[in-house]
């Protein structure tokens, strides 16, 4: 084998409370409700999602756990996070804890349904958890539709602090991505196929993520938006495929395609949305986990037809349409759940501003005269009287 289970659940750990966490921290006013929510909704949910997923798989009445479950329940809590992309900066916590809530049990049914009904394949949940987490919340945020944002907001946005801690983010969830399409694959050559294929999917998404964003960019300089997010869509297309014979080449082909789609959704499909649709989807995580998503279902039909594994093609289409299906109907019903006026949404005007849930340090410059103003001169004898009065 590749790695022990401890090691693969680590490395998924560090994409739940790592990746997710800081990739999320690109909005200049919302740091701490990205990271610190994150890690909230993630161990709330990893609980619940051993409860949900282990009620399919009781052992004389009990839910029997062990590494492989652990890391299961993980699973679950990263369709969670996905969701919180796309309605990040507009909801409380409360809400979010609902949405948890309601989301994971909605999911452990698909998988349920995808895995043991359908027996389709998807070691890399390109379906079951990407495609699946980003339509349920677009479908929550279409319910939770702000008409007082629609012209934007002042807090909506990133400076160039932010978007690097966004970075780490991408950069951890790029590093450690093969280990997450891995984690489930059968141990040996399987898993090691799993890898290889994560690992060329991810190159080649880089690559034309990186051209794209040139192409469409004012003057041919890149877009940090796009480096953060589009680089990874190579991940999530390759999920379903990634245990299967489609070679290094077909690994490729996967990772660039995303990365031009993904790219492409957030320069021109995201305004779309926003406008005619009344989706605002704070992350774009249509572009990042949606559109991939689906590429990523429709390859593994078309792999399974080429017989590069075992199984059927109309299976495997089943599962797409399952997981698009019990997104869309259960985040519309959460969404409703969640407008219900009882669960503090924040005011229009508070939106992507932790100061209304968190205690922030107020800036230096209200509290003190900065240094420049006072003098160096001014604050050395200040010192100085200071050390006189003491002797």
């Not at 809530?101 to 698909?110: H, K, P, R, T, Y």
């Not at 998988?111 to 677009?138: K, Q, T």
């Not at 019990?326 to 992507?352: E, S």
Request: hydrophobic content about 50%; aromatic content about 10%.
């Amino acid at each position: 084998t590749l790695s022990t289970p401890w090691g693969t659940l680590t490395d998924v750990h560090v994409m739940i409370f790592i990746g997710f966490g800081f990739l999320m921290t690109f909005l200049k006013r919302y740091g701490f409700s990205s990271v610190g929510g994150n890690l909230l909704l993630a161990a709330f949910g990893l609980q619940w999602g051993l409860l949900t997923q282990g009620f399919w798989h009781l052992t004389d009445g009990k839910i029997k756990i062990n590494i492989f479950k652990i890391i299961n329940a993980d699973f679950s809590t990263a369709t969670v996070l996905i969701s919180f992309g796309a309605v990040l900066g507009k909801t409380s916590l409360v809400q979010l804890l609902i949405m948890t809530v309601l989301e994971i049990g909605i999911f452990a049914i698909n998988e349920h349904l995808v895995a043991n009904v359908f027996e389709a394949n998807d070691v890399g949940a390109s379906m079951i958890i990407h495609a699946f987490g980003a339509y349920f919340g677009l479908a929550v945020a279409r319910v939770l539709y702000r008409p007082g944002l629609k012209n934007g907001h002042e807090n909506d946005g990133s400076v160039y602090h932010s978007d690097l801690f966004a970075m780490i983010g991408t950069v951890f969830l790029w590093m450690f991505w093969p280990s997450f399409n891995s984690a489930i694959a059968e141990p040996g050559y399987t898993q090691l196929m799993a890898v290889i294929n994560t690992y060329l999917s991810l190159a080649a998404c880089v690559v034309s993520a990186y051209a794209i964003s040139c192409l469409v960019e004012h003057k041919g300089k890149l877009d940090m938006v796009h480096i953060q997010n589009a680089t990874l869509a190579g991940g999530v297309a390759v999920g379903t495929c990634a245990d299967m014979n489609i070679g290094p080449f077909g690994a490729m082909l996967i990772g660039f395609v995303a990365g031009i789609i993904s790219t492409l959704g957030f320069k021109y499909l995201s305004p779309i949305l926003a406008a005619k649709l009344g989706i605002q989807d704070t992350c774009g995580v249509h572009n990042l986990h949606g559109m991939p998503g689906i590429l990523g279902g429709l390859a593994g039909i078309v792999a399974v037809a080429l017989g590069k594994k075992d199984g059927k093609a109309a299976m495997q289409a089943a599962a797409l349409a399952s997981s698009l299906g019990f997104a869309l109907v259960g985040g519309i019903i959460t969404g409703f759940i969640m407008k219900l006026p009882f669960w503090a949404q924040p005011p229009d005007q508070n939106c992507f501003d932790d100061s209304i849930y968190w205690e922030v340090t107020k800036n230096e410059n209200t509290d003190r005269k900065p240094l420049k103003q006072i003098g160096l001169h001014d604050c050395f004898s200040s010192g100085v009287n200071i050390l006189k009065g003491n002797m």
